[in-house]
């Protein structure tokens, strides 16, 4: 598996190409190229986020970068890179080196008929959910660099009378720097074929996937799947199907059963703003749900979600994007800027103006070595003013193994189930036209089955930026960060100052 790692990377890179090629050529609306670089020092009181023997510590983080958003023919999507260089003054953990990546691209490699999806992300990821929750520039032992890739290649078309078809290829994968446990590598392949008939709908699916996780064994699953659909208008859409799944995620032993799944599924969509859908499915692992919401007003945007179901892949979702703060704004000027490039350019320039930082809601997963039963519940609010902007996030989730009498290396071996829970708070308000104030405020649980494993974090971060420049921009930010973790109680107190400038 691990020659697939090198092939996907190299097909990244050659998938992107077309992207990179052209960020010499004249800046056009279908695509924009930013370089940047920026300069970060931090103060802190304690480094290493432990209760007693607090160090403190200087650091200076030099991160050049660059922005590449297309919306073309040929190639539609984004590449965000960071490079940071981080100097510890104190030498509290020693000098490194970080990457970030997020990169989605849809290619269209053979004139609308075959395509390639290709997405990655480097991040900094928790490999215990019971550990200190800490950003990037602290020295924190329960922090791993980790890679996520995603290369699939697909054709899709349509047969004689209207039966449309799609076949895919998907190759996955997941590697922690520093910690084994998350290291994963998937493949499988899907097809599906539907046609529409008046307002019915027929089609039917099957998948195959295989993962194999570094630290822990090899899981294979394969799905058929029939579904029929009736749209009685153009608000109400109801669905039915009914199918077969075989998987070896119940037995200790590998060996595989057959189980069958029957689900129901309602869409209404009563405007353009507004959309909610929700699903039920009876499946081998019991009952499945799926629920969303989401309603867009001028000013205004609400998501919802609630979600229960098995991940084969946890560490290797490939969520890429330009932060969580950018697609909420995203989302919400989707219909007045239709153009991609157009409106990344103008949610950027906005946030920068309003002194809002785009990913300040992402939320951190933490490291397993094997499949999983999820429950997930998200709401995210998105309210703008003239001068002010407004933000409230919050998650919950709960994961429990598939199998109780596995020892694997991650949190399972000694809990059967973890609870998290995140609830943060971010305000931004426009003192003058280039400086911003902002206050934020989070708290993040965790919770096992032990009294030990018991985990909450509060942040409170203070702040104002201004431009300093057409393209430059600094900041100053004050954090105070208390934990009451059963086993390590700490508390920190930090400055960050941050230049940024824009090429």
């Not at 960071?82 to 490194?96: I, K, P, V």
């Not at 077969?244 to 032993?253: A, I, K, S, V, Y």
């Not at 229960?308 to 007045?336: E, K």
């Not at 596995?406 to 189930?417: A, C, E, I, Q, V």
Request: charged share 20%.
């Amino acid at each position: 598996m691990k020659r697939w790692h090198r092939w996907c990377c190299g097909a990244a890179v050659a998938a992107l190409g077309p992207v990179w090629a052209q960020s010499d050529a004249p800046q056009q609306a279908s695509l924009w190229v930013e370089p940047r670089v920026g300069l970060r020092v931090t103060a802190t009181d304690n480094a290493r986020l432990q209760a007693g023997q607090q160090q403190g510590e200087q650091t200076f983080e030099v991160t050049p970068g660059v922005r590449v958003v297309a919306n073309q023919a040929r190639v539609k999507g984004f590449f965000d890179y960071n490079l940071s260089g981080l100097y510890r003054m104190q030498d509290t953990g020693g000098d490194n080196l970080q990457h970030r990546l997020n990169t989605s691209a849809q290619i269209n490699a053979i004139d609308n008929w075959a395509y390639v999806d290709v997405a990655g992300t480097v991040s900094q990821q928790l490999i215990s959910a019971f550990g200190p929750v800490a950003g990037s520039s602290t020295t924190n032992a329960n922090q791993a660099q980790t890679t996520t890739y995603r290369v699939s290649p697909y054709v899709r078309g349509q047969f004689p009378y209207n039966v449309n078809y799609e076949a895919r290829y998907n190759v996955q994968g997941t590697k922690a720097k520093s910690s084994a446990r998350g290291d994963s590598d998937t493949q499988g392949w899907s097809g599906r074929i539907s046609r529409q008939v008046g307002s019915a709908g027929l089609s039917l699916s099957a998948d195959q996937q295989e993962v194999d996780y570094e630290s822990g064994r090899k899981a294979e699953s394969s799905t058929v799947t029939g579904r029929l659909s009736y749209a009685w208008s153009p608000q109400w859409i109801t669905g039915l199907s009914i199918g077969q799944e075989t998987n070896d995620l119940l037995t200790p032993d590998n060996s595989k059963k057959t189980y069958s799944n029957y689900g129901v599924d309602l869409t209404w969509r009563p405007s353009d703003r507004t959309t909610l859908s929700a699903g039920l499915s009876d499946r081998y692992f019991g009952t499945g749900h799926n629920l969303s919401l989401s309603h867009r007003a001028a000013r205004v945007l609400v998501q919802v979600s609630d979600v229960r179901d098995v991940s084969t892949s946890p560490n290797a979702s490939v969520d890429a994007t330009l932060g969580t703060v950018f697609s909420l704004f995203d989302a919400l000027y989707q219909t007045a800027i239709p153009d991609d490039v157009e409106r990344a350019q103008f949610v950027l320039a906005l946030l920068e103006k309003n002194g809002v930082p785009a990913d300040y809601l992402v939320s951190q997963s933490f490291l397993v070595s094997q499949a999983t039963l999820q429950r997930r519940q998200q709401l995210s609010v998105l309210m703008t003013a003239r001068r002010g902007t407004f933000t409230v996030s919050y998650a919950r989730g709960q994961s429990s193994r598939l199998l109780n009498n596995l020892t694997l290396g991650d949190d399972f071996d000694s809990t059967s189930r973890i609870k998290t829970d995140t609830l943060s708070f971010l305000y931004a308000h426009r003192l003058t036209p280039v400086t911003s104030a902002n206050a934020s405020y989070a708290i993040q649980r965790s919770e096992g089955d032990l009294d030990t494993q018991r985990n909450s974090q509060y942040t409170l971060t203070l702040g104002i930026s201004t431009q300093l420049g057409r393209r430059t921009s600094g900041s100053v930010q004050v954090r105070r960060l208390h934990s009451t973790s059963g086993l390590n109680p700490y508390s920190e107190n930090a400055l960050v100052g941050n230049i940024l400038h824009r090429f």
